[in-house]
């Protein structure tokens, strides 16, 4: 099979400058240089059926520019009460009730699979509590627990906001 020359080609964002290899499916990968500066090595796949048309960048682009048109994303920027950060944590995130919940309890959910309650509490890139229960009472006291425990160890206060 005759392996196509993509150099100096323009794919997208991204300007071939050289062979790179050869991925593990067997197909060939080109060093780019996206429009940005970055560079990165790509498929001859992915190039060449417009799958891949930048560093990552274009992608971040359009998420960026999706989500300062939204109205509702626009009139909460700058708003400093959606971040309020204790100790480097979103408290709000910690406290808020999802709309997604059906528990009626942050940090209570049901697993559908193992036909039982689990109770979570997320903080500093860990689990405090990830534990399951067959009871749904005992998981909403597990996590109260857990929230108890965790603001008297970080001096935080995890109380619901009082809707207003």
Request: net charge positive.
């Amino acid at each position: 099979m005759r392996l196509l020359d993509l150099s100096g080609q323009q794919f997208g964002r991204l300007t071939v400058i050289r062979r790179d290899g050869t991925a593990k499916n067997g197909n060939a990968t080109w060093l780019c240089k996206c429009s940005c500066g970055q560079l990165v090595t790509v498929d001859s796949y992915r190039l060449r059926h417009g799958i891949t048309v930048s560093c990552g960048c274009y992608r971040r682009d359009i998420s960026k520019a999706r989500l300062t048109q939204d109205p509702r994303t626009r009139k909460q920027i700058g708003n400093a009460t959606n971040l309020p950060l204790v100790n480097g944590s979103n408290v709000a995130a910690l406290t808020k009730l999802s709309s997604r919940n059906i528990s009626g309890v942050i940090g209570v959910s049901f697993d559908k699979r193992s036909g039982k309650w689990a109770a979570r509490l997320f903080y500093h890139g860990h689990y405090v509590l990830n534990q399951t229960f067959s009871d749904f009472y005992d998981a909403v006291a597990a996590r109260k627990a857990a929230e108890q425990k965790l603001a008297q160890h970080n001096d935080i206060d995890l109380k619901v906001p009082a809707e207003g």
